[in-house]
Nanobody, 121 residues
Framework: QVQLVESGGGLVQPGGSLRLSCAAS?????MAWFRQAPGKEREFVAA????????YYAVSVKGRFTISRDNTVNTVYLQMTGLKPEDTAVYYC?????????????????WGQGTQVTVSS
């Protein structure tokens, strides 16, 4: 069993930055961040392979967000810069075994409770 605990969400002005953290307990997996805005489907944001050799990003966040992981403490991070109002969503950490580069919701068995990110002036 894997437990994921996210932290770091909050309210930020457009153009600002936030760093999300996801602490995992139990077995290690490839990790990813997804987000879900009100009235929209949950969408992929970024992923980091278990081996820590490769990262993947959604087109909408590439160049602004950076995913990283520290396997010594089994934690994955999402550094978000240049935030826009359209980045407002609940952000979820997920752990699983996707067949990269194909990444889908069904590939992730474990999910965190989510953390709210609101970008507004």
């Amino acid at each position: 069993q894997v437990q994921l605990v996210e932290s770091g969400g909050g309210l930020v002005q457009p153009g600002g930055s936030l760093r999300l953290s996801c602490a995992a307990s139990g077995r290690t997996y490839s990790m990813a961040w997804f987000r879900q805005a009100p009235g929209k489907e949950r969408e992929f944001v970024a992923a980091h392979t278990l081996s820590a050799e490769s990262t993947y990003y959604a087109v909408s966040v590439k160049g602004r967000f950076t995913i990283s992981r520290d396997n010594t403490v089994n934690t994955v991070y999402l550094q978000m810069t240049g935030l826009k109002p359209e980045d407002t969503a609940v952000y979820y950490c997920a752990a699983g075994t996707p067949s990269f580069p194909r990444i889908g919701l069904a590939d992730f068995e474990y999910w965190g409770q989510g953390t709210q990110v609101t970008v507004s002036s």
